[in-house]
């Protein structure tokens, strides 16, 4: 909706882009307005609002805040969460970046402020929307300094509505890319606007809007390499001025400074080698200066001497700085990571980073499904920025080059990429619609003719259609499901809404004792400490490896030895998530070897891979499948009972319609557990530890109290 | 007595023919390694030297079909593994006549393959020196993978032998890069009057674009997961192009799409230059139509494909 407001505003004031206004308002009635509309689409169409924010990791994100607004900043800061990573605990206010939960709360204390009383639940909801109507707005102004009026209107209208944006900004998502995309796009405006005027005013700014950015998302470390890029590139291109000098000298010692008050980044900005580009160009500049400075003074025999004497002697001493530095250890040398592709890297070290899906390289089809036609038109905006370049140019196509790296690399950072896409494409959209619309300006020229013209247009106007539909689609198909209440369609194309989550966690909530201990994988362990407001072994953010492996362990071994790990850790409820039912793919036993390869990387002697697959190499749940496999806990506690339930009748009893077999182990029965809940679906079943041994305080209190 | 007396010569002269067998039988694999770190066998030398019973050494031998009619793409990449590990293992100072590495082709062994029972390759089996292969001598492909690390684990397994893997450098890359700066190092100084050239824009924006457009193919998907140039069905010989699904790609796939959005951008180009340029109108008219086309063809033409690839995908454009 600024959208509209800023497009009335911009025309009333250049005719000469009346006819992209009425291409924008165009696009407005399928883009613009469906896409206010659509982000909030998931929220209205499910009954409650609580649903909608209960994407995996967001619950979490939700509780904090709602600490923070219910006991005060300092409080946050010093919490400390006994409900998460049972028994370890997590210390919540040095291990987040707080910037979204403060934003939300900030919002909630001015609304309260001016007595209009708004839950936190429903500021934390639509916060996303609102920072997506910012971020058009900061897009349109940053355009605007690199290209003009026209570009930068176009620019605001691509990135409302492309995928790759909506994606992480529909009602509901309350994540910290959401508002971190704002912070990027602004700060690199005032970034731009400070190299354009040399004040330091601007740069002033642009400070505070990176310490926003900081607080809010640990993609800071990509403004703070692409700045002092553009810097070291300006250098190499002889486009040093005065204004670059200030720019980037006060950013650099302001924004250091400021980053460094934010409690989990602490002093990384002076150790860790991925800020150190930034000090190196500080320096290089300061010493550039200083030549300068030189030049003017001295005759060319002396100032060539002195040239080649400094820069042969400072070379020297950031080499030997450098050496002593790693060598004792405090500079690490973890720019391999960033260098190269994160995916092989982690497949070599940790198996749980390549278990997320997030962290995989990028297919042609996930570059076209979120961003379709600016896909293929951004790299001519890069052109006519390239030929027509100057200093800011320079800065917008580094941003092209090094964003179209990272997404390449992983799909995750395809966020960071849609913005400078929208703008490049809005240049190239621009720069054909200003020749091609209204009337020829250079009377000493002959025009193309008013028929070809129309013609160009009209096929314009229909591309940017299909990418108007294109983003309703996928919008409406693709991300504003929310990923707790599944939909399944049958035959008829009517739609069914499972809600076996939402039954379970309100099961855990209403019948399980406040302390109980639920144990699950990883995954849900945020929906578990959300929904149902129970202690967690593991979640989403757990990165303590052992910790998972262990929970991997018990999930993989027989009855009896997972009995022994699940005393050990005090669980009274295991939640396991079974599709056997209704062929849900996203199962637990699909994720199964997940587990088994975690624990093996840390319990090498008791659980090996291999052991799960049958001879041929196959990993099966049928009779042929290996005796490990059907006898151990994950499997036996997804089938049990299954072996008696007939789904079809042209199916025979245990039929599991996931993996399409029949299971091999019918006869479970459970020794130390017992079924406590299985939801409409069997989507979601949880299990009862059986406590042994009337007196039993848990193992672990009592090893901590002696 | 005397029969006694025979049995017993009788047992020392096969004992002593056996000695002089496996003697012979070592020397000349010890032979053949010597020249070839990977012992190429047939079906009759398989049966002489790996089958038959006087043997004091282990055979890792692994079952493949390398000919290029068998399109066997897994058979090249293991095979490639293999050669690591025989090699490191051939140039070890712990080198000896305990294990040998040898290799038997589909075509020049067929019926090695009949004897095993064994119908798919690569296969990798462990001979071991006393008694027949059990069950775990056959290496689970499916399972570990046929990188040399995990096979020279599996041969430590076996046999006692500890293989350590020494991977040849790669010296592609660093040759590469010396090659690029000696290229650019010899431009600029044969240019070295006139360093003109370096301020020329068209040359940067085309490295520019270059780079974004392979990106933005997904070669660094292809890069990462290394996939088949195109897949040809072994049935109908029908080779296919485009990949059915969307989570993966073929490389040839990524070229056409690199080829098609470069189309699009040098269709805006042109329309950005027919409208400036000082060329005369029939000239700039042509260019115009040139470039409206290469924008709505080329991007109808990739919209199809995605939609053949994502499928439920709704819309199309010109064409289906």
């Known amino acids: ?706 | 007595a005397v029969g006694m007396m025979l049995l017993l010569k009788n047992v020392t002269n096969s004992l002593l023919c056996t000695k002089t067998l496996l003697m012979e039988k070592v020397g000349q694999m010890m032979d053949w390694a010597s020249k070839r770190s990977v012992i190429r066998m047939n079906g009759e030398k398989f049966r002489r030297f790996v089958k038959a019973p006087p043997r004091n050494y282990s055979v890792v031998v692994m079952f493949t079909a390398l000919q290029p009619q068998r399109q066997c793409g897994v058979c090249k990449q293991a095979d490639e593994e293999y050669q690591i590990l025989a090699n490191s293992w051939r140039y070890s100072s712990a080198f000896t006549n305990k294990i040998f590495f040898a290799s038997v082709d589909f075509d020049e062994g067929s019926d090695i393959f009949h004897m095993l029972n064994m119908n798919s390759a690569p296969t990798f089996m462990h001979f071991p020196s006393k008694g027949k292969p059990k069950r775990a001598d056959t290496y689970e492909l499916q399972v570990r993978g046929f990188a040399a690390e995990q096979i020279s684990r599996w041969i430590a397994d076996r046999t006692d032998i500890n293989v350590r893997v020494i991977r040849p450098p790669n010296y592609a890359g660093p040759l590469m890069l010396g090659f690029l700066l000696a290229v650019v190092g010899s431009l600029v100084y044969l240019r070295r009057n006139n360093l003109e050239f370096l301020y020329n824009k068209n040359a940067w924006a085309f490295a520019a674009l270059c780079f974004v457009l392979i990106m933005t193919s997904g070669q660094m998907w292809n890069h990462i997961r290394g996939p088949p140039y195109a897949h040809k069905n072994p049935n109908t010989g029908q080779v296919s192009y485009i990949h059915g699904s969307s989570q993966a790609q073929f490389v040839a796939e990524t070229h056409i799409v690199l080829l098609f959005n470069s189309a699009v951008t040098f269709g805006m180009v042109l329309l950005h230059e027919a409208a400036t340029s000082d060329m005369d109108i029939g000239k700039r008219k042509i260019m115009c139509i040139a470039g409206i086309g290469l924008v709505v063809l080329f991007f109808s033409w990739l919209l199809s494909i995605f939609r053949a690839k994502y499928h439920g995908y709704p819309y199309s454009f010109l064409m289906n």
Not at chain 1, 497 to 514: C, K, M, S
């Open chain 1, 1 to 706: 909706m600024e959208l509209i407001c800023l497009g009335h505003f911009v025309l009333s004031h250049n005719p000469e882009v009346w006819i992209l206004g009425e291409l924008m308002l165009n696009c407005s009635w399928g883009g613009v307005g469906g896409d206010s509309i659509h982000r909030i689409h998931p929220a209205l169409e499910c009954h409650s609002l609580v649903v909608s924010l209960s994407s995996f990791l967001l619950r979490f994100n939700y509780r904090s805040t709602h600490h923070l607004t219910s006991n005060g900043f300092y409080e946050f800061l010093n919490w400390f969460d006994e409900r998460a990573w049972y028994p370890l605990g997590r210390i919540v206010g040095g291990t987040v970046y707080p910037g979204l939960m403060v934003t939300a709360g900030l919002i909630h204390y001015v609304l309260n402020l001016l007595h209009m009383t708004v839950h936190i639940r429903d500021v934390c909801v639509f916060l996303a929307p609102i920072f997506s109507g910012l971020t058009a707005i900061s897009t349109f102004l940053l355009t605007r300094e690199l290209w003009n009026q026209g570009a930068g209107l176009l620019a605001a209208c691509f990135i409302a509505i492309v995928p790759g944006y909506i994606s992480r900004s529909v009602a509901g998502s309350f994540d910290n890319e959401g508002i971190a995309i704002f912070a990027l796009q602004f700060t690199y405006y005032l970034w731009v606007k400070s190299v354009k005027t040399g004040s330091v005013f601007w740069t002033i700014g642009c400070c505070l809007s990176y310490f926003y950015m900081v607080s809010a998302w640990g993609g800071y470390v990509f403004i703070i390499n692409l700045i002092p890029l553009h810097v070291f590139v300006l250098l190499l291109m002889q486009r040093y001025s005065r204004r670059v000098y200030i720019a980037y000298s006060t950013f650099y010692i302001v924004g250091l400074v400021l980053s460094m008050q934010i409690p989990f980044v602490g002093f990384q900005p002076i150790r860790t080698s991925e800020h150190m580009a930034a000090a190196g160009v500080f320096a290089l500049l300061q010493a550039y200066a200083f030549l300068q400075y030189l030049k003017d003074r001295l005759t060319k025999q002396e100032f060539q001497t002195l040239f080649f004497l400094g820069v042969s002697l400072a070379a020297g001493v950031v080499f030997l700085t450098v050496i002593y530095l790693t060598y004792t250890g405090k500079f690490s040398l973890s720019l391999m990571r960033y260098l190269c592709p994160p995916p092989r890297y982690a497949k070599i070290h940790i198996p749980i980073i390549a278990s997320v899906s997030e962290h995989q390289p990028t297919t042609w089809v996930s570059f076209f499904f979120d961003l379709h036609i600016l896909v293929c038109t951004f790299p001519a905006g890069l052109w006519f920025c390239i030929k027509n370049i100057n200093d800011e140019r320079v800065f917008v196509a580094l941003y092209a080059i090094s964003a179209v790296y990272f997404a390449g690399v992983m799909v995750r950072l395809m966020l960071t990429l849609t913005p400078v896409v929208c703008m490049l494409s809005a240049i190239a959209f621009s720069s054909v619609f200003e020749h091609y619309l209204g009337d020829d300006q250079k009377k000493d020229k002959e025009g193309l003719g008013p028929n070809i013209k129309s013609i160009v247009t009209m096929l314009m106007l229909m591309l940017l259609m299909m990418f108007a539909v294109h983003c309703t689609w996928v919008t409406s198909n693709a991300y504003s499901s929310p990923s707790v209440v599944l939909a399944s369609y049958n035959h008829d194309g009517s739609r069914n809404i499972l809600d076996d989550f939402r039954e379970a966690y309100y099961w855990l909530r209403q019948n399980t004792d406040e302390h109980a201990r639920v144990m699950s994988w990883w995954d849900y362990g945020y929906q578990i400490a959300g929904m149902a407001n129970r202690t967690t072994l593991v979640d989403n953010n757990t990165w303590n490896n052992s910790h998972i492996a262990l929970v991997g362990k018990a999930m993989s071994s027989n009855e009896s030895a997972a009995y022994q790990i699940m005393q050990s850790l005090d669980v009274d409820y295991v939640l396991i998530i079974f599709g056997g039912v209704i062929g849900y793919s996203g199962d637990d036993i699909n994720k199964f070897l997940w587990m088994v390869r975690i624990a093996e990387g840390e319990h090498p002697k008791d659980i090996r891979e291999s052991d799960y697959f049958t001879p041929q190499g196959e990993f099966r749940v049928d009779k042929a499948g290996s005796p490990t496999l059907l006898n151990c806990l994950m499997y036996k506690m997804s089938y049990y009972r299954f072996g008696e339930m007939q789904l079809d009748f042209r199916t025979p009893p245990g039929f599991d319609r996931t993996r399409n077999a029949e299971i091999g182990n019918k006869d479970i029965k459970f020794k130390h557990l017992e079924e406590a809940f299985t939801s409409e679906h069997w989507l979601v079943r949880i299990y009862k530890v059986k406590n042994e041994g009337s007196s039993r305080t848990s193992s672990f209190l009592r090893k901590a109290r002696s």
